[in-house]
């Protein structure tokens, strides 16, 4: 079948630099998915995205669809004919819907009887017909919170179109798009070539704009010059490096169609100010690369991406300087004025501020959670006098002009104020460590007082919550509780602390008063231990682990963590498919007999069986190997040891009868099974685990 190229562009006004990577993706792969269910074959598919426009090239693009046979059942063929061998209305009436006459009529042998058949082979639709359609839908699926309309149009798009182009070969598909009639005609750079520019063929697109148009259509390419004009640009400062954040980068590379990298500078005195209220104001305000030398200080240097080719780029250098200094003086005003006024005193300003309605205020939070780091960090073996100090401080900083000016930098400004307060090391950096860790894969409180302050936010915030009635639902986590539990549970792992989440909890849960839930403390530590499965799952081990540790419901974190890679460590042995079954096997047996009022004293005069008395001095030996393994809370070592049970429980239930007629005999055999499982239970329950077939 003939192929040819094939491009569309939507041609806008300025789109959202921090949705345009999004919108380009979910377009291209939304024009993907309708090519491939249409069965539309092409080749290879190629995304551009810039400041006014999406467009996607596909190569070797199929003239029209496949044809297709198509098989139509009528009437079973007794019911076809009469008895004289002539069409009966029910035959007729089935040629007539298909357009043609009985004798055109196949016939199609079942299993169950023969039937009349109308074969066919239904031409496809040439690909120019379909491709309106497919953009359409496309774009209407587009990640796009809020359209707008503009003018008199109806349609309805994240900014006004102003031109499409819809070309295959070199023929234009003349079917509306976003109202507008496609051509072959696209538009330059805004100041540079603010012109229409013909586009001859597909092939023919980002070569027209970047020669003619001064235009990088492609993302990729248009963000890889930056870096490597921005990192040119900052080797030239002698040892000078730039800072290149890539959600930064991203966003200024949504902002320029022809990128051009410009050095910039200030006043020194500025970097009296702290780093992170400088590159936050130059970062979020001016979208700029802040420098530093090898020893990673702030450099008096910035770097700007200006969007045009300047014939006086000092000018465009100079412009820029001027509006960087206002911005890096109220900066520095903040931090000047804010300094005046101590942390410790700034507390009853928090007083008016509501956390939660029915929780009360920042400060009446603030009380809570000091008494709970206060006990958390004596558990911890930290100072408790630094926990609660450090927590009473902990959102003073929020009521501070820097932090009300430049919100990211909650906590980081509270370590600055309280080190220049004089307050002591440890509770100036936990002011800072009570955020950690702030997403995914972030660093955690590198102080105990920091940690102590962390969980016990957290943990106040989650019980408080859920004692109200107001737990996470379905997307809706306004309070961050998700993320909040994960970061608990990664401070207590990871800095293996040995703390109990169900005391904690408790702990928490005793600084309220009149919550309405009924126990919130035990109903936080299991929505807690149930994160746990995400956790695990994204380190590959599987669901049916994290079941069988959680059968057993340990509140210890790091207990919890220590006893899920010791069951995943005996899940890759020979053995454990044969004992997961066995006790499977047991568990189901001790269910019937009684669960849980089945003891575990066997008396050794009853065994009869040498299987069973072989199975019993194993038990007797393993368990004095492994029960001091148990205390130490090494799991691995003791699961590995109990698998050497495999050998002997196979023979025991290959050769004994459990349920023997004598009571006595078939108790004490039920006595060693219990304490065969009871065993493996100090860890996990691995009947849960995939057991052998």
């Not at 995943?568 to 189901?588: G, T």
């Not at 004994?656 to 099974?673: G, I, K, P």
């Amino acid at each position: 079948m003939a192929t040819q190229d094939f491009l569309v562009e939507i041609g806008t006004e300025e789109l959202p630099p921090k949705a345009l990577k999004t919108l380009s993706d979910a377009f291209t792969e939304g024009l993907v998915k309708g090519l491939d269910n249409a069965g539309i074959q092409h080749g290879k598919v190629e995304a551009f995205a810039a400041p006014r426009r999406l467009a996607v090239r596909v190569r070797d693009l199929a003239a029209a669809q496949p044809d297709k046979p198509v098989e139509r059942r009528g009437p079973a063929v007794k019911a076809a004919f009469d008895d004289a061998g002539n069409p009966t209305r029910a035959l007729t009436g089935f040629a007539t819907s298909q357009g043609v006459t009985p004798d055109q009529l196949d016939t199609l042998e079942t299993d169950k009887g023969a039937w009349v058949v109308y074969r066919t082979v239904e031409q496809g639709k040439a690909t120019s017909e379909l491709l309106p359609g497919l953009i359409e839908q496309s774009l209407a699926g587009l990640p796009i919170p809020k359209r707008m309309r503009w003018g008199a149009h109806k349609t309805e798009f994240v900014r006004p179109v102003h031109w499409v182009i819809l070309l295959f070969g070199n023929k234009v598909i003349d079917a509306p798009i976003m109202g507008l009639t496609p051509g072959n005609k696209t538009r330059g750079h805004r100041f540079h070539c603010p012109k229409s520019l013909i586009i001859p063929t597909p092939a023919d697109y980002e070569v027209v704009l970047k020669k003619e148009g001064w235009v990088i259509a492609d993302f990729d390419q248009r963000r890889e010059r930056i870096r490597a004009g921005v990192n040119a640009l900052a080797a030239e400062q002698g040892g000078g490096r730039a800072v290149i954040d890539e959600d930064l980068l991203d966003e200024v590379t949504a902002l320029n169609e022809w990128p051009v990298p410009l050095l910039g500078r200030f006043e020194e005195r500025f970097l009296e100010v702290p780093p992170e209220a400088l590159i936050s104001s130059m970062k979020e305000h001016q979208k700029y690369f802040h420098l530093v030398d090898s020893q990673d200080r702030m450099l008096p240097l910035f770097i700007t991406v200006a969007n045009l080719e300047s014939k006086d780029p000092a000018q465009v250098v100079s412009g820029n300087e001027k509006v960087i200094r206002p911005r890096l003086s109220d900066a520095a005003f903040f931090y000047e004025t804010d300094r005046k006024t101590p942390l410790a005193d700034r507390q009853d300003q928090l007083k008016p501020i509501v956390f939660q309605e029915k929780l009360g205020s920042l400060y009446d939070k603030s009380v809570r959670v000091a008494a709970l780091a206060e006990k958390i960090a004596d558990a911890i073996g930290s100072d408790p006098a630094l926990a609660h100090r450090a927590a009473m401080l902990a959102k003073t900083d929020l009521v501070t002009e820097m932090v009300l000016e430049f919100t990211d930098l909650q906590g980081i400004m509270g370590q600055y104020y309280a080190s220049h307060d004089g307050e002591h090391q440890d509770v100036a950096r936990a002011l800072n460590e009570q955020y950690m860790p702030r997403f995914a894969g972030d660093q955690l409180p590198a102080t105990l007082t920091g940690c102590a302050v962390a969980i016990a936010d957290r943990l106040d915030s989650l019980v408080g919550l859920f004692g109200i009635n107001q737990p996470p639902s379905g997307t809706r986590d306004p309070f961050g509780l998700r993320r909040a539990s994960l970061g608990v549970l990664r401070i207590i792992i990871e800095r293996e602390l040995p703390l109990d989440l169900q005391t904690c909890c408790e702990w928490a849960a005793a600084n309220f008063t009149g919550l309405s839930a009924e126990d919130p403390a035990t109903t936080v530590v299991d929505y807690m231990l149930e994160r746990f499965r995400a956790h695990y799952e994204e380190q590959g081990i599987g669901a049916e682990v994290f079941l069988a540790v959680h059968a057993r419901r340990p509140t210890r974190p790091l207990d919890f963590d220590r006893r899920v890679h010791a069951v995943e460590a005996f899940r890759q042995m020979p053995e454990a498919q044969a004992l997961a079954a066995a006790n499977k096997r047991v568990s189901n047996i001790l269910t019937k007999q009684g669960g849980d009022t089945v003891g575990e004293q066997v008396d050794a005069h009853l065994l009869q069986d040498d299987a069973e008395k072989a199975l019993a001095e194993q038990v007797n030996r393993l368990a004095d190997e492994v029960l001091p393994l148990f205390e130490r809370g090494d799991y691995t070592a003791a699961l590995s040891t109990l698998a050497s049970l495999r050998a002997p429980v196979d023979r025991f239930f290959d050769e004994v009868m459990v349920m023997a007629d004598d009571e006595a005999v078939r108790n004490n055999r039920l006595a060693l099974l219990n304490r065969l499982r009871n065993l493996f239970l100090r860890v996990a329950d691995i009947s849960l685990l995939p057991a052998a077939n």
